[in-house]
């Protein structure tokens, strides 16, 4: 099949060979199950994992990013990690009253996995599922960079298009000492927010964040503070069964394209 495929092509069959991989895969792995060379398949990974749909954990192998999720929930069946994220997620958008979003980090970036409204929710404001935006912007981005190991934070700060923001190291230590992130109108005009890290239980790195954002009206500092437990509630519930599934050592299979996993579906 080596020579049978063109660029583009290659590139979307490499991203479908490692999606039906036990997750990571290695580079012999993936090159193996797309009938490609180690070359070709090792360049076709570069190109995805430079547009966040592939992630590159280290010795580990290369595992489906998490812009290659987000684009799965809108074009496909609605996968097992939606379903298992939705009652925590929708229990904390009716207690503040406001959307919730869950973020997935996605290489230097994070990306909007799912949103979820408040019962007779006034105005949806903000971030759409699939949105992706750097880890030094906003609080969805700056919860996970917080707690990240120092060599991956430098590596998303040397990454970043953007001048570095004066105080960029000082909010970060600010977050690490509370344990969340406050933004206001850092992604989108009028809107704040608030977000906490999910953690993995075994590495305690973050893998994620919740963020409970609304209008700057109804959403002022005060307002935003009062929702800090509950937003931490949200994240121990929902941080062990994300892990599983996105995890180094997790033993979760994706099926192509359709990332789906039966034994997490809730009973």
Excluded: W
């Amino acid at each position: 099949m080596d020579d049978e495929l063109s660029g583009p092509a290659r590139v979307l069959h490499v991203l479908e060979a490692l999606a039906g991989l036990e997750q990571p895969a290695n580079l012999d792995v993936v090159a193996a199950k797309a009938g490609l060379s180690k070359s070709k398949a090792y360049r076709s990974l570069r190109v995805l994992q430079d547009e966040g749909y592939v992630d590159h954990v280290g010795r580990s192998g290369y595992r489906v990013g998490s812009r290659a999720v987000a684009l799965s929930s809108l074009i496909g069946p609605r996968p097992a990690l939606l379903r298992l994220a939705r009652p925590a997620m929708a229990r904390l958008a009716a207690s503040a009253s406001e959307t919730t979003h869950l973020h997935l980090r996605s290489g230097t970036h994070r990306v909007v996995i799912m949103s979820e409204d408040p019962p007779h929710n006034p105005d949806r404001l903000g971030s759409t599922v699939g949105e992706r935006s750097p880890l030094t912007s906003g609080c969805g981005g700056t919860s996970i960079l917080a707690f990240l190991p120092d060599d991956q934070a430098r590596e998303v700060l040397r990454g970043d298009g953007t001048p570095k923001r004066n105080g960029l190291d000082a909010l970060l230590a600010r977050i690490r000492e509370t344990g969340y992130a406050l933004s206001f109108s850092d992604n989108h005009p009028a809107l704040n927010g608030i977000a906490a890290p999910i953690f993995d239980p075994d590495s305690g790195r973050a893998i994620g964040s919740i963020s409970i954002a609304g209008h700057e009206k109804r959403l002022p500092e005060r307002a935003l503070l009062r929702l800090v437990d509950p937003l931490r509630a949200a994240c121990a519930d929902l941080a062990p069964r994300l892990a599983a599934f996105l995890g180094p050592n997790s033993s979760a299979r994706l099926t192509p394209l359709d990332v789906t996993v039966q034994n997490l579906l809730p009973d």
